[in-house]
Nanobody, 124 residues
Framework: QVHLVESGGGLVQAGGSLRLSCAAS????????VGWFRQAPGKEREFVAA????????RYADSVKGRFTISRDDAKNTVYLDMSNLNPEDTAVYYC?????????????????WGQGTQVTVSS
C-alpha cells in the first residue's frame, strides 16, 4: 500500500506561481511512476503531468506544457509540480497518483494509489 498526501495548494492571482508537493509513504519505490491530475467543478478528471520511475522521463498535457514542471526527490519520497503563469482555467483540485510501473501514463485508470487532493484557485 502506498499513501499519498498532497500539499501546497491555495489561492493565487493570474500569472502567479505555486509549487505542489506529493509526499509518499508506505510501500514506495523510486521505480514507481507518479502522475498529477486535476478536476475542476463540473468537469471530468484530467491528466496534467507524469514522471517515470527514477525521473527518467516526463510528460505533460498540452494545456500546461511550458508552464508546469514535474520533478521528484526520491530521497524525500516526494514529487513536485511547479506551476507558473497560472490562469483561471487552472483552477481545480489537484491529485497525485502512483502506479506500480516505471513508465508514466496519462490514463487515470492505470494508477493504483491516489491522494486526497489539494485545491488550487486562480483569480483573474
Amino acid at each position: 500500500q502506498v499513501h499519498l498526501v498532497e500539499s501546497g495548494g491555495g489561492l493565487v492571482q493570474a500569472g502567479g506561481s505555486l509549487r505542489l508537493s506529493c509526499a509518499a509513504s508506505g510501500r514506495t519505490s523510486p521505480d514507481y511512476a507518479v502522475g498529477w491530475f486535476r478536476q475542476a467543478p463540473g468537469k471530468e478528471r484530467e491528466f496534467v503531468a507524469a514522471i517515470s520511475g527514477a525521473g527518467g522521463t516526463s510528460r505533460y498535457a498540452d494545456s500546461v506544457k511550458g508552464r508546469f514542471t514535474i520533478s521528484r526527490d526520491d530521497a524525500k519520497n516526494t514529487v513536485y509540480l511547479d506551476m507558473s503563469n497560472l490562469n483561471p482555467e487552472d483552477t481545480a483540485v489537484y491529485y497525485c497518483a502512483s502506479r506500480t510501473a516505471w513508465g508514466g501514463s496519462s490514463r487515470a485508470e492505470s494508477y493504483a494509489y491516489w491522494g486526497q487532493g489539494t485545491q488550487v484557485t486562480v483569480s483573474s
